[in-house]
């Protein structure tokens, strides 16, 4: 690796954005929900994607309720019972949505309000 090679990496290296967990789960979060958002913006020609977007959603969903519910979570006793019950009603919802029984804006609206938590308590 030639010398300009090294400093162009070493730069990029340090203008890289520090990512915090609070950043990454938003950006997880604000990605598959903008995926729902599309699909159910196509209708039915759509209700494929849909439903992959639905199903990565409930798989994000499952990993917060699990991380919420493990031992030495360091998140307050009433937000964690409050986060397991949106992951339960986002289970429960989603199957309704993918039995075209439910509206997804619901689900859309749930993880709007987290993403808006997450920004608001970042640091």
Same mark, same amino acid.
């Given at each position: 690796m030639n010398a300009l090679l090294? %400093?162009?990496s070493a730069y990029s290296a340090a203008? !890289? &954005?520090?990512?915090? !967990?609070?950043n990454l789960e938003y950006e997880v979060i604000a990605r598959v929900t903008r995926r729902i958002v599309a699909a159910a913006q196509k209708g039915k020609p759509g209700f494929t994607e849909l439903? %992959? !977007?639905l199903t990565d959603n409930r798989k994000l969903?499952?990993?917060f309720t699990v991380e919420v519910a493990s031992p030495? #979570? &360091?998140l307050p006793e009433e937000l964690k019972a409050q986060l397991l019950s949106l992951g339960e009603?986002?289970?429960?919802h989603t199957s309704k949505v993918l039995a075209r029984k439910a509206d997804v804006r619901l689900l859309v609206?749930? #993880?709007?309000?987290?993403m808006r938590g997450l920004r608001s308590g970042a640091s």
């Open positions: 090294k %400093a162009k203008k !890289a &954005p520090t990512r915090t !967990a609070k439903v %992959a !977007a969903w499952s990993i030495g #979570n &360091p009603f986002t289970h429960q609206e749930i #993880n709007t309000a987290i």
